[in-house]
T-cell receptor, first 111, second 113 residues
Framework: SAVISQKPSRDICQRGTSLTIQCQVD?????MFWYRQQPGQSLTLIAT?????????ESGFVIDKFPISRPNLTFSTLTVSNMSPEDSSIYLC????????FGPGTRLTVL | GENVEQHPSTLSVQEGDSAVIKCTYS??????FPWYKQELGKGPQLIID?????GEKKDQRIAVTLNKTAKHFSLHITETQPEDSAVYFC????????????FGQGTELSVKP
């Protein structure tokens, strides 16, 4: 099964700044997704990262706030823009081949 | 859209006992049902999954059952060990749509030695 890594593993940021999270997969995958897990909560899908085209966002999430890139079949980035304390969450990259797998997550704290 | 309900929210068992976590889903088109274990500070780890053409699947001490008619599925952990203590999430998706997992609220399992 695919091995997924994320950078950074954690970060503490000031409000108003932006952070870009990287997701790297050790094999080519068709489907890549970004999820958010707010403190003590379950996981919510942010968007589907489409290779070579614009990401598909779920209700409540917009491109200006969470721009996503997917330049190839093994890599994607999620940017959290103009951060506020409410953006403090774990951000998770996921891939789906025969199974739905998750990366280790990026724990973001916004002060 | 799909909605997944998970119960209980917390579960405490003695080491060696069995633990059962139940989920219900609303969309009869859902056909993929994974279970994840999440330890503190880590990402969700897939522990078992089942597809709608199967009623039961087992992997050592872990089993999942699916009742498509009633639209519910359950995780069974036998002979629990302290290292089973974690938060467990169920999820459902219409696989051919490419993921879009809808998650339950999570169950915090505590196994007391």
């Amino acid at each position: 099964s695919a091995v997924i890594s994320q950078k950074p593993s954690r970060d503490i940021c000031q409000r108003g700044t932006s952070l870009t999270i990287q997701c790297q997969v050790d094999s080519q995958v068709t489907m890549m997704f970004w999820y958010r897990q707010q403190p003590g909560q379950s996981l919510t899908l942010i968007a589907t990262a489409n290779q070579g085209s614009e990401a598909t966002y779920e209700s409540g999430f917009v491109i200006d706030k969470f721009p996503i890139s997917r330049p190839n079949l093994t890599f994607s980035t999620l940017t959290v823009s103009n951060m506020s304390p409410e953006d403090s969450s774990i951000y998770l990259c996921s891939v789906e081949e025969s199974q739905a797998l998750f990366g280790p997550g990026t724990r973001l704290t916004v002060l | 859209g799909e909605n997944v309900e998970q119960h209980p929210s917390t579960l405490s068992v003695q080491e060696g006992d069995s633990a059962v976590i139940k989920c219900t889903y609303s969309d009869s088109a859902s056909n993929y049902f994974p279970w994840y274990k999440q330890e503190l500070g880590k990402g969700p780890q897939l522990i078992i999954d089942i597809r709608s053409n199967v009623g039961e699947k087992k992997d050592q001490r872990i089993a999942v059952t699916l009742n498509k008619t009633a639209k519910h599925f359950s995780l069974h952990i036998t002979e629990t060990q302290p290292e089973d203590s974690a938060v467990y999430f169920c999820a459902a998706s219409f696989y051919n749509q490419g993921g879009k997992l809808i998650f339950g609220q999570g169950t915090e399992l505590s196994v007391k030695p």
